[in-house]
């Protein structure tokens, strides 16, 4: 009987925990980030090196978006769209900020 392979992903609590399942979107621990796994901008971050290090995945994109994180505008054009919308009218109407 063959066990399943642990993988390391993070839940919507932004926790990390392990799951047998494998992560269906890769995000960036220190840009708040998610897209898909193959997405072209991630891909060649990682071809650079340095990214890997601030990798971590999620299940879905619910999940995602609830630990905090944003979709790519690269590789989820419309979610990033529904997302920039979305925080556009969440700051409408506050003004300038003091400084």
Known sequence: ?????????VGADARPFESDRPGTLGGHRTTRLFGRLDCPAALRAIARGGYVRHRV??????????????????????QYAQWKASRDRATAGRGPTAR
Do not use: K, N, S
């Open 1 to 9: 009987m063959t066990r399943a392979r642990a993988r390391t992903l």
């Open 57 to 78: 995945f999620f299940l879905d994109e619910a999940t995602a978006r609830a630990a905090g994180y944003r979709p790519c505008a690269v590789c989820m054009p419309a």
